[in-house]
């Protein structure tokens, strides 16, 4: 979507941005990690400047891919290069279904739907935590939600990186789950910790912890700026780029100063905003070509890229399809490595539903379908099959047929191929029931 010269073009801009603006580092201990590996940092406003050479070589220290474990190690995964992963939705306020509506979700609900993404194969790591239980004392309910991610799930989960003290729990807690060292975990992470910066240009103090935290201890973080253009970023998606370039690439340089070789990811949430209220407006056209550049990007600085499904719809409805499909489209196309919140993402992240966790895991199952390769050969050719069938013949009964048809197509999950009758007399079910 960015002809070389223009990739180039906005690189050199965020270089530029970083080297005479700057950004603000609230954390004073990450200033001075970053003043003793050369940048120029004035604790006093607490602004931090790195030129060009230092971001370049802080950056080329990051390894391109790496493996996420698990504790069962078939479901261990590569980030980066030609993978692909699949999160579930992490870390909404509220949970929704057709018997209860939006709510305040329990976390006994919680596990409920760990339990379902436990359950979906297309899903490669448990986003974080589906919305908050807030039952639970807000000081200690991330112990209550990691032993519930260990005791439910044999996949990859995330952890919550606000703040050292939560960072160093999951740390633990993983480590002991799964029998490691701590030398042991630094060379096998398991952990994949999302490190937002507060747009524009600014890292506060508990992303800043999360991040010397997780990657002291060799574990993955996602450095991801929340650029929504015309709000926390310029209206132009050429401007957008550059400022989520800049924040990113000193995320980045972050965790090579404090672990050289920490494995780190290129985090891509540029969106636009609705400017007649402000509201971000998610599943875009302007999300799907920002997901496209930044994976030019992410490539450029050989680096895993992620990129998320979002909609801005309240209900799982057509909105919501489209807009999931406009954002998976434009990360997968954009070679995404990691798609953060596919799968029960609504009302701009406000929401976690149970019935937009199956209608995704629909989606991302198509899409895994689209992405295999055509298998040509002589068998799958078919000539053989063609003359059996003959001049106005059917393929129904013949032998190429009846010994592929039982996986020879995709079997949808959900989507209705009955015809009007058949599907009335079952009562008329649409998507979400």
């Given at each position: ?5 223009q990739l180039e073009q906005i690189h050199l801009a965020s ?419």
């Amino acid at each position: 979507v960015l002809g070389a010269d223009q990739l180039e073009q906005i690189h050199l801009a965020s270089l530029q941005l970083l080297e005479n603006h700057g950004m603000k580092v609230m954390h004073e201990g990450a200033r001075q990690l970053l003043a003793d590996a050369g940048a120029s940092v004035d604790h006093d406003s607490e602004m931090v400047r790195l030129d060009s050479g230092m971001v370049m070589e802080k950056v080329s220290l990051a390894p391109s891919e790496f493996t996420l474990h698990a504790r069962n190690p078939a479901k261990n995964f590569r980030l980066g290069g030609n993978h692909l992963a699949f999160t579930s939705v992490g870390g909404p306020a509220y949970a929704s279904d057709l018997d209860r509506g939006r709510r305040r979700g329990t976390f006994e609900e919680a596990c409920d739907y760990i339990r379902l993404v436990q359950s979906l194969d297309i899903i490669h790591q448990e986003g974080g935590g589906p919305f908050e239980p807030i039952e639970l004392p807000a000081e200690t309910r991330h112990l209550d939600l990691y032993h519930a991610q260990i005791r439910l799930l044999d996949k990859n989960w995330q952890p919550i990186a606000l703040g050292g003290t939560r960072a160093r729990d999951a740390i633990n807690m993983a480590r002991i789950s799964l029998g490691f060292s701590e030398e042991e975990f630094a060379e096998k992470p398991a952990l994949f910790a999302i490190i937002n910066t507060n747009s524009p240009l600014q890292l506060d103090i508990p992303m800043a912890e999360g991040l010397i935290e997780m990657s002291s201890a060799g574990q993955a973080v996602c450095i991801t700026p929340f650029t929504l253009a015309g709000a926390m970023a310029p209206v132009t998606l050429a401007g957008t780029l550059n400022q989520q370039n800049a924040e990113a690439l000193l995320g980045v340089s972050l965790t090579q100063v404090v672990r050289p070789g920490a494995p780190v990811v290129f985090g891509a949430f540029t969106s636009n905003v609705d400017m007649r209220t402000g509201s971000p407006a998610l599943g875009t056209p302007v999300y799907s070509k920002a997901a496209q550049a930044s994976g030019q990007h992410a490539m450029r600085y050989g680096l895993p890229m992620r990129s998320s499904n979002v909609t801005s719809s309240s209900v799982v409805d057509a909105q919501s399809t489209y807009e999931s499909a406009m954002s998976l489209w434009g990360a997968i196309t954009g070679h995404a490595n990691i798609i953060v919140h596919a799968a029960g993402w609504l009302e701009g992240g406000l929401t976690a539903s149970f019935e937009k966790l199956i209608v995704d895991a629909e989606m991302l199952q198509m899409m895994s379908e689209y992405l295999q390769p055509i298998e040509v050969n002589d068998d799958t050719i078919a000539l053989d099959a063609i003359e059996e069938a003959g001049p106005g013949g059917h393929f129904f009964g013949v032998g190429h047929t009846m010994s592929r048809f039982e996986n020879a197509f995709y079997k949808p999950l959900l989507s209705e191929q009955r015809n009007f009758e058949t599907w009335q007399e079952a009562g008329s079910p649409d998507t979400r029931t």
